[in-house]
């Protein structure tokens, strides 16, 4: 069964930078769709991003086109979301998550435990 570890929240202040990292317990590119989704209290559920399998086509959400950006190293079984310019309403726990299908779905086939993220100054 497929694990995922996160890492690499913390806090920052508004306009800083973060990288998250999803550590998969074996390979990805070419059996999964990887994607970062978040969730604030209070809020929904929102997708962030999502790297498609095989071909390591990306997709973003409106909120943080052009601010983040996700890569997946596969020699490292890893993949890293670059968080720039973060704003508050960035603020949420992170999740990375696997689907088996070419993407990314809101019903993952597996999820890892979060990474919190908090912006403020």
């Known amino acids: 069964q497929l694990q995922l570890v996160e890492s690499g929240g913390g806090l920052v202040q508004p306009g800083g930078s973060l990288r998250l990292s999803c550590a998969a317990s074996?390979?990805?590119?070419?059996?999964?769709?990887i994607g970062w989704f978040r969730q604030a209290p209070g809020k929904e559920r929102e997708g962030v991003s999502c790297i498609s399998k095989s071909d390591n086509k990306t997709y973003y959400s409106a909120s943080v086109k052009g601010r983040f950006t996700v890569s997946r190293d596969d020699a490292k079984n890893t993949v890293y979301l670059q968080m720039n310019g973060l704003k508050p309403e960035d603020t949420a726990v992170y999740y990375c998550?696997?689907?088996?299908?070419?993407?990314?779905?809101?019903?993952?086939?597996?999820r890892g435990q979060g990474t919190q993220v908090t912006v403020s100054s």
């Open positions: 998550t696997a689907d088996r299908g070419r993407l990314c779905t809101p019903v993952n086939d597996y």
């Open positions: 074996e390979r990805t590119l070419d059996y999964y769709a």
